[in-house]
């Protein structure tokens, strides 16, 4: 079970918009930077994203079936604000984990309250330069 769309959509137009501007900053979250498949806009949207060597994974609260996992999937990675900095991310791939292994322990407990077992991975491409001129160590 995934949090239900109704959820989705009140946090996309409420919830979304208070932790946006905090979410870069706090330990546990993150800012996926990502481009819309049709619109072609860019698209700013607050994850739980974990560490991991060469990379990150992000727990997938609502599904593999988001639109902004669909818009990362399809342009093959997107940029990634978190604790302060922007990160380059290539390579995403989708997995499932009953277990929750690649996230801490307390959020382990968290997410299997929740039903949450779709998991993003994405690695850093540390040679790239992103559009507004920083290299992907920030």
Not at 20 to 41: C, I, W
Not at 44 to 53: I, K, L, W
Not at 59 to 64: C, N, R
């Amino acid at each position: 079970m995934v949090l239900p769309r109704w959820l989705a959509r009140f946090n996309r137009r409420v919830t979304n918009r208070v932790t946006r501007p905090v979410a870069a900053y706090l330990p546990g979250f993150g800012v996926v930077v990502h481009t819309g498949r049709k619109t072609h806009r860019r698209y700013r949207t607050p994850v739980n994203v974990f560490p991991r060597p060469g990379g990150y994974v992000i727990a997938l609260t609502y599904g593999p079936d988001a639109q902004w996992v669909r818009n990362v999937l399809a342009s093959g990675g997107c940029a990634l604000e978190t604790r302060g900095r922007t990160r380059l991310l290539t390579r995403p791939r989708l997995f499932h984990d009953e277990q929750r292994r690649s996230v801490p322990a307390p959020v382990r407990l968290v997410l299997g309250l929740l039903h949450v077992a779709d998991f993003l991975e994405l690695r850093l491409d540390d040679g790239a330069v992103d559009q507004a001129g920083l290299g992907s160590a920030g």
